[in-house]
C-alpha cells in the first residue's frame, strides 16, 4: 500500500485495500494464506508527520501442530499504526511495514484448540478422539542400566 501525501485532506483520508497475500513476500512455511489481505487506514498528515492508523486482517490455512489436523487461522491486527517524517510530493510505501505486522501477528505454533491434546507418540492415535493403551512411561535409554543396580 502507498500513500501520497499530495492526496490527504485536511482531517485525513481513510484508505481500503485488498491485496494479494503474495505482494508481502511471507514464506509458505509460516502461513498459506487462503484470502487477500484487507487493510483499512486513516491516514493523517500533520506538520511533516505522517500517522496512519487502521485495522490488517487475513485467512490462513495451516496443520495443528500438536494434531495435524487442518485448521484455519485468522489474522487480525486491530491496533495497526505507523509514522514516519514526510514532506508534500512524498510517497510512502508501507508493504514492508505492513509485512512484518503480519509476522509478529502470526502464531509461532498453530493448535486447533489450546486443550488439543495431541497424537500419541507410540501409536500415533489422536488422542482428543480415544485414549490409547500405550505406556505414558518414557526412559532415556542412557541410564538403562541404572534399572539393574540392587542396592542392599
Known amino acids: ?54 485495522t490488517i486482517q487475513a485467512k490462513t490455512a495451516g496443520v495443528c501442530s500438536r494434531c495435524l489436523k487442518e485448521i484455519a487461522n485468522p489474522v487480525r491486527i486491530d491496533e495497526y499504526t ?9 510517497i510512502i510505501d508501507l508493504t514492508e511495514n505492513i509485512r512484518e505486522h503480519i ?17 500419541c507418540p507410540r501409536c500415533g492415535r489422536d488422542l482428543n478422539i480415544s485414549v490409547c493403551d500405550c505406556s505414558r512411561k518414557t526412559v532415556d535409554p542412557r541410564f538403562g542400566g541404572l534399572d539393574k543396580l540392587k542396592f542392599e
Open 103 to 119: 509476522i509478529i501477528a502470526l502464531p509461532m505454533k498453530q493448535v486447533c484448540a489450546e486443550q488439543c491434546k495431541g497424537l
Open 1 to 54: 500500500m502507498k500513500i501520497e501525501i499530495d492526496k490527504i485532506p485536511d482531517g485525513g483520508l481513510d484508505l481500503h485495500a485488498e491485496e494479494p497475500a503474495e505482494r508481502y513476500g511471507i514464506e509458505k512455511e509460516l502461513a498459506q494464506f487462503t484470502s487477500p489481505v484487507t487493510i483499512d487506514v486513516h491516514a493523517d498528515f500533520l506538520s511533516s508527520q505522517l500517522l496512519v492508523r487502521g
Open 82 to 90: 505507523f509514522d514516519c517524517d514526510a514532506s508534500p510530493g512524498d
